[in-house]
Structure formats: structure tokens, C-alpha cells
């Protein structure tokens, strides 16, 4: 698995658990104090996230941070 696979297999888990709970990209944004722009660009695998800020997206939509990047 590529570095850019990687990315965009967790941005989709990511959207997966999101549209789950019903939320949009804001929402997420807001529960994690992120901005909109930064959750699509996770989502979309256009950056590389650091293990905190997944952790905080994991605290955010209330899983472990092992959902998130169970791939």
C-alpha cells in the first residue's frame, strides 16, 4: 500500500463513520474545532494527518482511534 493509499482509504473510513452518525463536513468540523476545508481535504486523502488529529476526529465521532485507521 502507497502513502497516497493510505490517505484516501482512511478520508473514506472517515466519511464512512461520518455519514453514519448523520453529519455533515461541518458538523465534524465543529466538533473537533477544525474548519470545513480541513476535513474535506482528510477526507479526500489531500493531506497527511498527524496521529493527533486523527485521534481528535476519532474523539469527535465517539469511536476509538483504531476505527479510523482500520483499513
Known amino acids: 500500500m502507497t502513502k497516497?493509499?493510505?490517505k484516501k482509504s482512511i478520508g473514506k473510513r472517515i466519511v464512512a463513520l461520518r455519514t453514519a452518525k448523520g453529519w455533515s463536513q461541518s458538523d465534524l468540523a465543529?466538533?473537533?474545532n477544525k474548519d470545513r476545508q480541513a476535513i474535506e481535504k482528510?477526507?479526500?486523502g489531500k493531506v497527511n494527518p498527524t496521529l493527533y488529529s486523527l485521534l481528535e476526529?476519532?474523539?469527535a465521532l465517539?469511536?476509538?482511534l483504531k476505527v479510523v485507521v482500520d483499513i
Do not use: F, G, S, Y
Request: glycine residues 0%; aromatic residues 0%; negative net charge.
Open 42 to 44: 482528510l477526507e479526500n
Open 30 to 32: 465543529r466538533a473537533c
Open 57 to 59: 476526529v476519532a474523539m
Open 62 to 64: 465517539e469511536v476509538e
Open 4 to 6: 497516497e493509499d493510505l
